[in-house]
Nanobody, 111 residues
Framework: QVQIVESGGGLVQSGGSLKLQCEYSGIIFGSYPIKWFRQTPENERDFVARITTDGRIGYSDSMKGRVTISRDKAKNTVYLQMNNLRPEDTAVYYC?????WGQGTQVTVSS
């Protein structure tokens, strides 16, 4: 059974940075692509970033240039470094591993 814990969210001012973490267990590292999504109360979950099993990376157009996804095999963790945050980035951020989701981590960006 896959278990996922997201963390690292918080309240930052516009232009600030946060580094989110997605720690997972129950699967072999690198055996599934890992994706970050975000969701606001008004919207469905929107894709943010992904890293495939062979390390290929992709980003949403809205966050390209401001986010970096990376992974640490020793820690079974995937990171999402977010820079130059904007108020419209405010959302709950989720990690998708093998179609399993954690509880999400809240990111709030003040203007």
């Amino acid at each position: 059974q896959v278990q996922i814990v997201e963390s690292g969210g918080g309240l930052v001012q516009s232009g600030g940075s946060l580094k989110l973490q997605c720690e997972y267990s129950g699967i072999i590292f690198g055996s599934y692509p890992i994706k970050w999504f975000r969701q606001t109360p008004e919207n469905e979950r929107d894709f943010v970033a992904r890293i495939t099993t062979d390390g290929r990376i992709g980003y949403s157009d809205s966050m390209k240039g401001r986010v970096t996804i990376s992974r640490d095999k020793a820690k079974n963790t995937v990171y999402l470094q977010m820079n130059n945050l904007r108020p419209e980035d405010t959302a709950v951020y989720y990690c998708d591993v093998a179609n399993a989701w954690g509880q999400g981590t809240q990111v709030t960006v003040s203007s």
